[in-house]
């Protein structure tokens, strides 16, 4: 089992559909990540959010919108997602900053967009 | 920019024998460096980590070996055992993480 939590598992929606994906870490962790995952493909970078501020945004489509309520938790809302959408949404955390600890994975949720 | 490439897709060995798994990295500013294995339906799993102030650390079983000179990193798994099969992944790091594309191990009974 893994200490980063992703809700949820599976997730389909249509063009015009709003939903958030959740992800929540109870390590202590002051960084937490958004990664987009296609199939046979590495994880590509998102969001990185530092101590509750957003740091890092990999020039994501605004259909996008990260937010990190508590140090805890991260949330990814998404809104008039295109087919292309569809990918493995990985939230990641970490002790500081990537270059000082490694990240700890959640499983994924798994958007489809129809 | 930054990235990571692996030199090889796919690697197949047989149970028991050692496997190496290379990458290439670009940027020098990688300060850095980290190995992931990603089963089927999981998230990435960390495996072993190295700084750039070093040129070897061993784990279980796992060795990373890290060449600045040539911008190259290897991970070494020591006899080699079907619950290794998965994709692996390198990734180097300054303020973000960013992961090569990837090398599938499939270990043959």
């Known amino acids: 089992d893994t200490e980063v939590t992703q809700t949820p598992k599976h997730l389909v929606m249509g063009m015009t559909n709003k939903k958030s994906l959740k992800c929540e870490q109870h390590?202590?962790?002051?960084?937490m990540y958004w990664y987009k995952q296609k199939a046979k493909k590495p994880p590509e970078l998102m969001f990185v959010?530092?101590?509750?501020?957003?740091?890092i945004n990999e020039s994501v489509p605004s259909r996008f919108s990260p937010e990190c309520p508590n140090s805890s938790l991260l949330n990814l809302h998404l809104h008039a997602l295109q087919p292309e959408d569809s990918a493995l949404y990985l939230c990641?955390?970490?002790?500081?900053?990537?270059?000082?600890?490694?990240?700890?994975f959640g499983n994924g949720t798994r958007l489809t967009v129809t | 920019g930054e990235s990571v490439g692996l030199h090889l897709p796919t690697l197949s060995v047989q149970e028991g024998d050692n496997s190496i798994i290379n990458c290439a990295y670009s940027?020098?500013?990688?300060?850095?460096f980290i190995w992931y294995k990603q089963e089927s339906g999981k998230g990435p799993q960390f495996i072993i980590d190295i700084r750039s102030n070093m040129d070897k650390r061993q784990g279980q079983r796992v060795t990373v070996l890290l060449n600045k000179t040539v911008k190259h990193l290897s991970l070494q798994i020591a006899a080699t055992q079907p619950g290794d099969s998965a994709v692996y992944f390198c990734?180097?790091?300054?303020?973000?993480?960013?992961f090569g594309t990837g090398t599938l191990l499939a270990v043959q009974p």
């Open positions: 940027n020098s500013a990688s300060d850095y």
């Open positions: 390590m202590g962790h002051r960084a």
């Open positions: 990734g180097g790091a300054t303020n973000k993480l960013i």
């Open positions: 959010y530092s101590y509750e501020k957003l740091s």
């Open positions: 990641a955390s970490s002790q500081v900053t990537a270059n000082n600890s490694p990240l700890h």
